[in-house]
């Protein structure tokens, strides 16, 4: 007897379905992180539809929620690789020998970055602003040490005996902290002119602040 030939009815049943190789997946995650943060950062959380996102990126509008399951996990990883970029990132000026000149540097390239990265900041400020659940996520994404490599730096400092062992970096770095907040708060309200006035002055603050909290230390 002939073996029967495979019919079209033989065959569903031993189709299976390729998984997306990985550097197309990439690819295309990356496309949508940046539509996604172009997206949130000019129609906000709210009016930032998954088509939207899909048109602006050339994507498929299903493939946001298979890869990030939907628009919250998308802003959420948004975010969550900006914080992981961040960390990994060397600072750009040699370490300083003195805490003042360390804690200055530190603003002015913590403000740069944060002008550079402006839309992120404006998703992430505006959303955890008005949601508590997402606020609380965004929370959770944020080193609780603080930037371990500032930290560092004034490890060092402290190493060499230019500053008291006593000095407590996330201190330190809630001075910084304060005065990147007004600058970029001075970037949504303010001028270019009135911005650079504004970090001049915040930069006036912390020295003196820094000066007076050596001062007490000694």
């Known amino acids: ?7 079209r009815k033989d065959k569903p049943s031993q189709i299976k379905t390729s998984p997306v190789p ?22 906000g959380y709210d009016a930032a539809t998954t088509k939207l996102i899909a048109t602006k990126s050339g994507v498929n509008e299903s ?10 996990g998308l802003m959420l990883e948004i975010l969550r690789r900006h914080f992981e970029q961040s960390r990994i990132t060397p600072l750009p000026y040699p ?6 000149d360390e804690v200055i540097k530190y603003i002015k390239y913590s403000y740069e970055n944060a002008k550079k990265n402006m839309a992120i900041f404006r998703i992430m400020v505006l959303r955890a602003s008005v949601d508590t659940n997402i606020r609380k996520k965004v929370q959770a994404l944020i080193p609780a040490e603080g930037d371990i490599k500032f930290k ?26 304060q005065n990147i907040s007004t600058i970029f708060i001075s970037g949504v309200l303010f001028d270019e002119t009135a911005q650079n006035e504004i970090q001049h002055s915040m930069e006036k603050l912390a020295e003196h602040t820094i000066s007076g ?5 000694k």
Do not use: C
């Open 1 to 7: 007897m002939r073996n029967r030939a495979p019919t």
């Open 22 to 43: 990985k550097r197309d997946r990439t690819s295309t995650e990356d496309k949508l992180l940046k539509a996604g943060t172009m997206v949130f950062s000019k129609y």
């Open 63 to 72: 493939l946001i929620m298979r890869y990030f399951g939907g628009k919250e």
């Open 95 to 100: 370490p300083q020998e003195s805490l003042m």
């Open 152 to 177: 560092e730096r004034i490890d060092l400092l402290k190493s060499k005996k230019k500053i008291p062992q006593s000095l407590d970096h996330k201190f330190l770095a809630l001075i910084g902290f």
């Open 213 to 217: 909290l050596l001062k007490s230390e």
